[in-house]
């Protein structure tokens, strides 16, 4: 016990005595406001479509692929974290005092990451289907990326000092300021210095190292084991909860309660049960057809085969030759079989 009693003071001798958080979160280019919780946001964004389309390429699928169904994945997405958020804590819009259009206020914070992730996977069921990608496959692909982006974007709560837990005098304790959410900065004193709220459990920074360790352990899944198509996501949609609950318990902002508990962590509890399920169902599941590589034909002589193996209807129903359209005996044609060559879309 008291090996460990000496940790906090050993660490106080190498970090710094505090964490620090930014006194502004936004900062203006003319008329244009740069928020830095957006900014988090879609730097995250940007990191998971890369590793996703490295992983996918890695796959067979083709380049570009991830941007293509991330148009669909993202946007829902974003609309489904807000839209959790604004379920589970009603009461800052459509509460007493509170603001309706401050809905629409996504800058400010405030995207749950379940509904992202429940949206987010109809989007991608769109995008991969007008892609001809198996949804399993992109999934898979996209779960490290999408633990690395859910790491980034805690550091917009950084920059909007909030998710922060309880009061704490350990090494790495986080310096909040008063915050003024409209003006996305810290109030001030009557000499202009922000005025320090407190120093607590820098809670967002614990589920970004969480995140960034469930990455790893994806990628390791991935790599060192050969899980059926779509486990690696059912490992993600299991790791996250894990951290979270224990997080989210740690935490100081308010939430809504049911049975004493906070509602995502109920949620967290749901969401790990639904992976272990998604684990099993995926394990008794046959892989999806391995994808085309582009521009990859087939040989003539492999073409040939397999319309030898096809039942001749034209045959059976003994079309009549037309020598203007340069039909041949077997009543294929040239200029059909070119035609229909060249309208093949691309395989991914």
């Not at 203006?28 to 730097?43: D, F, K, S, T, V």
């Not at 990191?47 to 829902?76: C, M, N, Y």
Request: hydrophobic share 45%; aromatic share 10%; charged share 20%.
């Amino acid at each position: 016990m008291s090996l460990l009693a000496a940790v906090p003071a050993g660490l106080g001798t190498v970090l710094p005595a505090e964490l620090p958080s930014p006194s502004v979160g936004v900062w203006h280019l003319g008329p244009l406001p740069i928020r830095g919780y957006a900014m988090c946001i879609l730097a995250g964004i940007v990191v998971a479509v890369w590793l996703t389309q490295r992983r996918l390429e890695a796959r067979g699928h083709r380049k570009g692929i991830a941007i293509d169904i991330s148009a669909w994945a993202v946007p829902f997405g974003i609309l489904g974290g807000r839209l959790y958020h604004l379920i589970t804590t009603p009461q800052p819009y459509f509460g007493e005092g509170g603001d309706p259009w401050k809905a629409f206020a996504i800058y400010e914070g405030g995207l749950g990451i379940w509904g992202a992730v429940a949206l987010g996977a109809v989007g991608a069921m769109i995008g991969c289907r007008k892609n001809g990608v198996a949804f399993r496959d992109f999934v898979d692909a996209a779960a490290p990326g999408l633990a690395l982006a859910q790491a980034m974007g805690r550091f917009g709560n950084w920059f909007n000092n909030e998710i922060y837990g309880a009061p704490t005098d350990l090494p790495w304790k986080l310096k909040i300021y008063e915050w003024d959410t409209s003006a996305g900065r810290a109030l001030v004193d009557g000499q202009g210095n922000p005025v320090v709220k407190g120093y607590f459990h820098p809670t967002f920074l614990y589920e970004a190292l969480w995140c960034l360790l469930l990455a790893a352990f994806l990628v390791w899944l991935g790599r060192r084991h050969t899980p059926r198509s779509g486990q690696v996501f059912a490992a993600y949609v299991m790791g996250y909860p894990v951290g979270r609950i224990v997080i989210e318990n740690m935490r100081s902002d308010s939430a809504n309660l049911i049975l004493g508990q906070r509602v995502n962590t109920w949620v967290s509890i749901l969401v790990f049960l639904l992976g272990v399920h998604l684990w099993r169902r995926f394990g008794g599941m046959e892989p999806p057809p391995q994808p085309t590589p582009e521009g990859d034909e087939k040989h003539p002589s492999a073409r040939e085969s397999e319309a030898d193996d096809e039942p001749d209807h034209d045959t059976a129903a003994g079309p009549a030759e037309d020598p203007a359209a340069g039909e041949t005996a077997d009543g294929s044609n040239d200029s059909a079989v070119a035609a229909t060559e060249a309208d093949r879309p691309a395989q991914s």
